[in-house]
T-cell receptor, first 115, second 116 residues
């Protein structure tokens, strides 16, 4: 029973266009969400996060949107660059009442940005 | 280097053998985490240390798995009587403070374990 779901295993986008990666969660107790990027043979690297008290967080080309009522978040990358090609993992945690060390990850979405 | 270091990078062992995986976190980071990533899956939480103590070990799959961090720095993940299903990439991460919501986790490159 997956608590964090990334239903698209892969996404292909043209360079310069917008990439939208989606993530759904089932546990309404989650209150902190993160996106990680992973290149082959490397560990995941942190990209951006959002607390449940916000509905948007922006950092340069990366924006994360959170829709609590729909239990849905998305990562927008604009403009997309070939170097963005990687696997993107959505993760969630409970800040209060749960283990702060326990991040629940989705299965990931492989993004390919074509020149 | 300045990042999280994991050794060995690759380990091939036979079913039933004992394995140790080592993690050297970023200097000064008090929190240390072990995750496991199987093929086609996202990282799965195993255990979280705050200093020398395990703050949460609820992700350890069974009593064949054990982890220590005796001096609050380097950690060792120990797997007894390995099974083929233990084959995965074992990821270690550290952070300056406890809790992922207080800052991102810094992951190492992982130790790929293959049990034949």
């Amino acid at each position: 029973d997956q608590q964090v779901k990334q239903n698209s295993p892969s996404l292909s986008v043209q360079e310069g266009r917008i990439s939208i990666l989606n993530c759904d969660y089932t546990n309404s107790m989650f209150d902190y969400f993160l996106w990680y990027k992973k290149y082959p043979a490397e560990g995941p690297t942190f990209l951006i996060s959002i607390s449940s008290i916000k509905d948007k967080n922006e950092d340069g080309r990366f924006t994360v949107f959170l829709n609590k009522s729909a239990k849905h978040l998305s990562l927008h990358i604009v403009p997309s660059q070939p170097g963005d090609s990687a696997v993107y993992f959505c993760a969630a945690s409970r800040q209060y009442g749960g283990s702060q060390g326990n991040l629940i990850f989705g299965k990931g979405t492989k993004l390919s940005v074509k020149p | 280097g300045a990042g999280v270091s994991q050794t060995p990078s690759n380990k091939v062992t036979e079913k039933g053998k004992y394995v140790e995986l080592r993690c050297d976190p970023i200097s000064g980071h008090t929190a240390l985490y072990w995750y496991r990533q199987s093929l086609g899956q996202g990282p799965e939480f195993l255990i979280y240390f705050q200093g020398t103590g395990a703050a949460d070990d609820s992700g350890l799959p069974n009593d064949r798995f054990f982890a220590v961090r005796p001096e609050g720095s380097v950690s060792t993940l120990k797997i007894q009587r390995t099974e083929r299903g233990d084959s995965a990439v074992y990821l270690c991460a550290s952070s300056p403070r406890g809790g992922p919501n207080t800052g991102e986790l810094f992951f190492g490159e992982g130790s790929r374990l293959t049990v034949l």
